[in-house]
Nanobody, 128 residues
Framework: QVQLVESGGGLVQAGDSLRVSCAAS????????MGWFRQAPGKEREFVAA????????YYADSVKGRFTISRDNAKNTVYLQMNSLRPDDTAVYYC?????????????????????WGQGTQVTVSS
């Protein structure tokens, strides 16, 4: 099993940047594909970004493409989400998620049902 702890959320103004992190423990981090999801009040959880085990392959929701960057440091057991040009509609609780991935295919996953492990979330609030 893997435990995930997010950090780095906060209150920022529209147009600002913020980086949230997710530290993993309890297992070999490089065996897991990782993803970021978010949930705004009154809305369903939605996919934000995903990254493969190696970090080579990434995938983004259209709403964040060009503004957000997902990355990982397997030596530090951490995945990051760099968020630039933040907008009020980016306000949400951001969750990281992990799923074990086969070494034979360095793929990413963008469906929440593909993920086995979730963090507790970190709040990101963007004021206008």
């Amino acid at each position: 099993q893997v435990q995930l702890v997010e950090s780095g959320g906060g209150l920022v103004q529209a147009g600002d940047s913020l980086r949230v992190s997710c530290a993993a423990s309890g297992s070999i981090f490089s065996l897991y594909a990782m993803g970021w999801f978010r949930q705004a009040p009154g809305k369903e959880r939605e996919f934000v970004a995903a990254i493969s085990r190696s970090g080579v392959r990434t995938y983004y929701a259209d709403s964040v493409k060009g503004r957000f960057t997902i990355s990982r440091d397997n030596a530090k057991n951490t995945v990051y989400l760099q968020m630039n040009s933040l907008r009020p509609d980016d306000t949400a609780v951001y969750y990281c998620a992990a799923t074990p991935a086969l070494s034979s295919s360095d793929r990413y996953y963008y469906s929440g049902t593909d993920y086995n492990y979730w963090g507790q979330g970190t709040q990101v609030t963007v004021s206008s």
